[in-house]
C-alpha cells in the first residue's frame, strides 16, 4: 500500500483506525458503500481539517449524499476520539484522510468494480488481525479397554 509509506506512526495508527470504521461502517441508505463515496468523504474531511488547522472553520462537503453521510460519521469518529482522551491533531487527520482519499481514487482506477480499495483494506485488516486462539486437538492414542 504505497499510499501509506510516508504516514508517521501517529498518521498510520489513524489511517488504521479510520479504515477499521470504514469496513464496519454501514450506510443508510439502500446503496452500498463504494471507492467513489469513500474518496469524497475522505477529501471533504481532509479539506476540512487543513482548513482547521490554519484556524479557519469551514465545513467542505462532497457532493453525493452518501458521501456526506460517511464525511458525518467519520467526523463524529474523530469527535468520539478526541472526547476519550485520544488526540488528533487537524493537520494529521487530514494526511491520513489524504491517504485514503488517494488509496480509494487509486487503487479505484487500477481494478474493475466500485468497491477495489474497499475490498483490499478488507482483506489487509484481515490478515493483520490476530487470530483467535483455537482449541487443542484431542490428544491422539491408542484406545485401551479393560
Same mark, same amino acid.
Given at each position: 500500500?504505497?499510499f501509506t509509506?510516508?504516514? $508517521?506512526?501517529?498518521?498510520?495508527?489513524?489511517?488504521?483506525v479510520?479504515?477499521?470504521?470504514?469496513?464496519?461502517?454501514?450506510?443508510s441508505?439502500?446503496?452500498?458503500l463504494?471507492?467513489?463515496?469513500?474518496a469524497?468523504a475522505?477529501?471533504?474531511?481532509?479539506?476540512?481539517?487543513? /482548513?482547521a488547522?490554519?484556524g479557519?472553520?469551514?465545513?467542505?462537503r462532497?457532493? $453525493?449524499?452518501?458521501?456526506?453521510?460517511?464525511t458525518?460519521?467519520?467526523?463524529?469518529?474523530? /469527535?468520539?476520539?478526541?472526547?476519550?482522551?485520544g /488526540? +488528533?491533531y487537524?493537520?494529521?487527520?487530514?494526511?491520513a484522510?489524504?491517504?485514503?482519499?488517494q488509496g480509494?481514487?487509486? +487503487?479505484?482506477?487500477?481494478?474493475?468494480g466500485?468497491?477495489v480499495?474497499?475490498?483490499? +483494506?478488507g482483506?489487509?485488516l484481515?490478515?493483520?488481525? /490476530?487470530?483467535?486462539?483455537?482449541?487443542a486437538?484431542?490428544? $491422539?492414542? $491408542?484406545?485401551?479397554?479393560?
Amino acid at each position: 500500500m504505497q499510499f501509506t509509506r510516508d504516514l $508517521s506512526q501517529a498518521q498510520s495508527q489513524l489511517f488504521f483506525v479510520l479504515n477499521t470504521f470504514l469496513q464496519r461502517y454501514e450506510p443508510s441508505e439502500l446503496q452500498p458503500l463504494i471507492d467513489e463515496d469513500v474518496a469524497e468523504a475522505a477529501a471533504a474531511l481532509a479539506a476540512t481539517a487543513e /482548513t482547521a488547522s490554519r484556524g479557519l472553520i469551514y465545513d467542505h462537503r462532497p457532493a $453525493s449524499l452518501q458521501a456526506q453521510s460517511l464525511t458525518d460519521a467519520l467526523a463524529t469518529l474523530l /469527535t468520539q476520539i478526541r472526547e476519550q482522551g485520544g /488526540t +488528533v491533531y487537524d493537520r494529521e487527520a487530514a494526511i491520513a484522510l489524504r491517504a485514503i482519499e488517494q488509496g480509494g481514487r487509486d +487503487v479505484a482506477t487500477a481494478g474493475e468494480g466500485d468497491r477495489v480499495y474497499l475490498d483490499l +483494506v478488507g482483506r489487509l485488516l484481515q490478515e493483520t488481525a /490476530t487470530p483467535e486462539p483455537q482449541p487443542a486437538p484431542p490428544p $491422539s492414542g $491408542s484406545l485401551i479397554l479393560p
